[in-house]
């Protein structure tokens, strides 16, 4: 029987469907999201979105990119249907409370490590796939679907996002073959170039200064920076459009991870993201705070002051193996 089965079992005998995701949506769960969205549309299904933030900038060119809902919907569906977010929890608080309390059929599509814990009623997770969005071209080519050019870009955002254009250690033959199969539906270049190429005017200008205040030790193999409310009101930017500085700082050749700092409510609750190069398992440096995520990139929530934080991430990097 195909992993797919069970999840086609259901969806054949559900009519109204929500799909939801993690909190603060990355691009895999955008594009995995609108993806689903898509082709559960065209198979003439009722279907609405529930996002708990803003969706990323550069995925404002995605079809579907503007029927997401920040409001919980007050329907109940005979289904619902969660990408990327293993843990129901990280749907955010009320999603889940509404979620927990359906007696509607609950199914899965994601990649992260996690240990089954009976809430769904079927799921196909694979913690080797590069993105959730691989696991939603499979599901399409299982029943022969035929992805339109919308959907190609939806899987193709997905995979870009946790691979980092296909330039990550995550990035694998199937994601190589999904994007190849893809590429002249989408066209790439134009792709690449909106996925890319579009950083708004004040991003450099910030920029400068989170490099100017980054801090590095163990020789520049361990680097810590924070971005604070104040610097992104200063510069007129969003959240999502500062998150490529992790990655542009990954790119300085001596790093071999990375603590950055986000400020959530001013001076107490704070995002840590870890990102790492090769065999740095992010995941157990996450879990001691109650966070979790993939080996090379994972994060948590921290309440305090940022310097406590400092603290308490810097301890933990003196003990890895470098």
């Known amino acids: ?8 079992e259901i969806l054949a005998s559900s009519k109204k469907i929500i799909i939801a995701g993690h909190v603060n949506p990355d691009p895999d769960c955008m594009g995995s999201s609108l993806a689903v969205y898509s082709i559960l549309k065209s198979m003439g299904k009722e279907v609405s979105i529930f996002r708990s933030d803003k969706y990323p900038y550069n995925g404002a060119f995605l079809e579907y990119a503007g029927v997401a809902t920040e409001t919980v919907p007050d329907f109940e569906p005979d289904l619902y249907f969660i990408l990327d977010s293993a843990t129901p929890e990280r749907t955010t608080e009320p999603f889940f409370t509404k979620m927990a309390a359906s007696k509607s059929r609950k199914i ?5 490590r996690h240990k089954d814990n009976g809430f769904y009623d079927a799921e196909v997770t694979d913690e080797g796939a590069s ?3 691989a696991i939603v071209y499979r599901w399409a080519k299982s029943f022969g679907h035929e992805l339109s050019k919308g959907e190609a870009e939806d899987i193709c955002f997905g995979i870009f996002g946790d691979t980092g254009g296909l330039r990550y250690a995550s990035t694998d033959k199937e994601a190589l073959s999904i994007v190849a199969d893809l590429a002249e539906k989408i066209n790439y270049g134009d792709f690449c170039s909106k996925f890319f190429e579009n950083l708004p ?3 450099f200008a910030m920029f400068a200064e989170v490099l ?3 801090e590095k030790y163990k020789d520049g193999k361990v680097v810590f920076f924070a971005t604070t409310l104040e610097q992104l009101k200063r510069f007129n930017l969003a959240i999502d459009e500062i998150d490529p ?3 542009e700082i990954r790119r300085i050749g001596t790093v071999r991870i990375i603590f950055r700092i986000r400020e959530v409510e001013e001076g107490k609750v704070w995002k840590f993201s870890v990102r790492s190069r090769g065999d740095i398992d992010c995941i157990p440096i996450a879990q001691k705070f109650g966070g979790g995520g993939h080996k090379n990139a994972a994060g948590f929530t921290f309440y305090g002051t940022l310097d406590e934080g400092r603290k308490a991430v810097l301890e933990i990097a003196e003990t890895l193996d470098l």
């Open 1 to 8: 029987m195909s992993c797919f089965a069970k999840i086609n």
């Open 108 to 112: 899965l599509f994601d990649h992260h």
């Open 131 to 133: 993105a959730t969005a």
């Open 201 to 203: 005017k004040n991003w």
């Open 212 to 214: 100017n205040s980054m």
């Open 245 to 247: 500085y992790v990655e």
